[in-house]
């Protein structure tokens, strides 16, 4: 592990720099195993050498996510969305019957809650969802221009969408970021560049989160025993709410302690696999460094961006505050529309203020179950919270809330799916008439 504590290198062109150390034909036939990448890959050149992480490994990006690999990911993505359906139907069902006990079967109808809804207020959250949406194209805006690699906002409002789809139909939201590579590398973006762009987001998009969770569960904490009276509950938010966000604080802080200190952060992380391997636990200790050393030099793609571009990863840093900010506002419009702007003799900032309270618990509370979108914890964990501020519509806010933040980037995506489908077809089509009227 000769390469693991040098200190990386800033990118000659300010660009950018690439998630890993490949020469540019072999990170380009490594993302997408495509025949054309040996054509596109002299124009990465030696740059992408020298912008890696001061190792020959294979970054993890474009070595996991070769042609093959995303296509047995697209089957199990498929496998994932029948799979998600089928939860969502029996999440569906399964809250109507914990509403129905929780409010001892007083639960409010279908025309009751419609019919004596604040649509305004409704309207607002898929503005908001909107502003959310353009919001996340936009860091990919950023990062592209800041890569030399720009594709224009329309397109780069795909490539939001096609992370937040497969986030929200694979477990542990794990299959966003490797079809966002994928998407970006059909666009034209050189391999290396297309994980660097991803890596960057994601490591800067999950710092964002974990600030805004630390102040807001933080300063919530006395706030939470006024709004929950079930001992059992109040517990079960609280421990969740903690584990859950240890859990996603993981990344943020690693990243942060690679960008500041890489070396100390390569000592121990060495130290503990060696550690591992004598105890017996581990039985190949080279393979796991050398594994830890290309996380690694992923994870160092962000101290580079950081060192060389600093207002721009203040500006990115700003557009992912914004999304944890705006779902945390959901709930809030949600349940003003639904029960008046007086709930519990809370108006205003208090009211909203102890809506993001209940969510962040919630939401934290359930991320670490692996179903897709945390499908059906989430919910209950929703229901929990907010029983005693919605009595009898919970079922109905629960639902409403979840259309909004979850269902709707569902069906854009089936949506972008079939529009793409569509396309392929008419183009093939026409590419069959047109061969056979040439003679």
């Known amino acids: 592990m000769e ?14 720099p690439p998630a890993g150390e490949n020469t540019g034909e072999e990170s380009a036939r490594d993302a997408a195993g495509n025949a054309d990448a040996e054509k596109s890959a002299p124009a990465e050149g030696a740059g992408s050498a020298e912008g890696a992480a001061g190792g020959k490994g294979e970054t993890p990006a474009q070595k996991e996510y070769s042609a093959e690999d995303l296509k047995k990911r697209k089957r199990k993505n498929t496998i994932s969305l029948l799979v998600l359906l089928l939860i969502i139907g029996c999440v569906i069902y399964a809250l109507w019957t914990l509403g129905n006990t929780i409010q001892k079967g007083d639960t409010a109808t279908f025309y009751e809650v419609f ?58 939201s794990s299959g966003g970021q490797p079809m966002q590579i ?14 660097s762009i991803t890596m960057v987001k994601y490591g800067v998009h999950m710092l964002g989160f974990t600030v805004v969770a630390a102040v807001v569960m933080g300063l919530g904490v006395p706030r939470l025993g006024t709004l929950i009276d079930n001992a059992a509950t109040l517990n079960t938010l609280l421990i969740c709410g903690w584990i859950g966000f240890g859990i996603n604080a993981f990344i943020p802080v690693f990243v942060t302690l690679v960008v500041f200190f ?28 050398a594994r830890v050393r290309r996380w690694m030099d992923d994870f160092a793609v962000i101290s580079q961006f950081v060192y060389k571009k ?3 990863f203040f500006v990115l840093f700003l557009l992912c505050l914004g999304e944890p900010i705006i779902e945390l506002i ?5 349940l003003v529309a639904m029960c008046g702007g007086d709930v519990m003799g809370m108006q205003g900032t208090e009211l909203l203020f102890a809506v993001m309270v ?32 919605t009595e009898s519509v919970v079922f109905w806010f629960v639902l409403m809330w979840r259309f909004i933040i979850y269902y709707t980037w569902i069906i854009l995506g089936l949506g972008m799916n079939v529009t793409d489908m569509a396309g392929r077809i008419y183009r093939r089509r026409k590419e069959a008439r047109k061969n056979a009227k040439t003679p």
């Open 115 to 172: 019919g004596n809804m604040n649509w305004w207020y409704i309207l607002a959250a898929f503005a908001l969802f909107a502003v959310m949406f353009v919001m996340e194209a936009l860091k990919f805006t950023v990062l592209g221009k800041c890569n030399g690699c720009s594709l224009g906002f329309r397109k780069d409002m795909k490539t939001a969408l096609v992370g937040k789809y497969y986030e929200c139909i694979t477990p542990f």
């Open 3 to 16: 390469n693991e504590n040098k200190t990386l290198p800033p990118a000659e062109d300010g660009s950018l």
């Open 330 to 334: 959901f709930p809030y419009l949600v």
């Open 182 to 195: 994928y998407h970006l590398y059909k666009e034209g973006v050189p391999s290396a560049k297309s994980a």
């Open 358 to 389: 209940l969510a962040m618990y919630a939401t934290y509370g359930s991320t670490f179950i692996p179903t897709p979108g945390n499908s059906g914890a989430l919910e209950v964990m929703f229901m929990a919270a907010f029983a005693s501020l």
């Open 310 to 312: 600093p207002l721009t």
């Open 262 to 289: 890489p070396r100390p952060v390569a000592w121990v992380v060495n130290l503990f696999v060696k550690l591992l391997y004598k105890i017996k636990i581990l039985k190949n200790s080279a393979k796991i460094e």
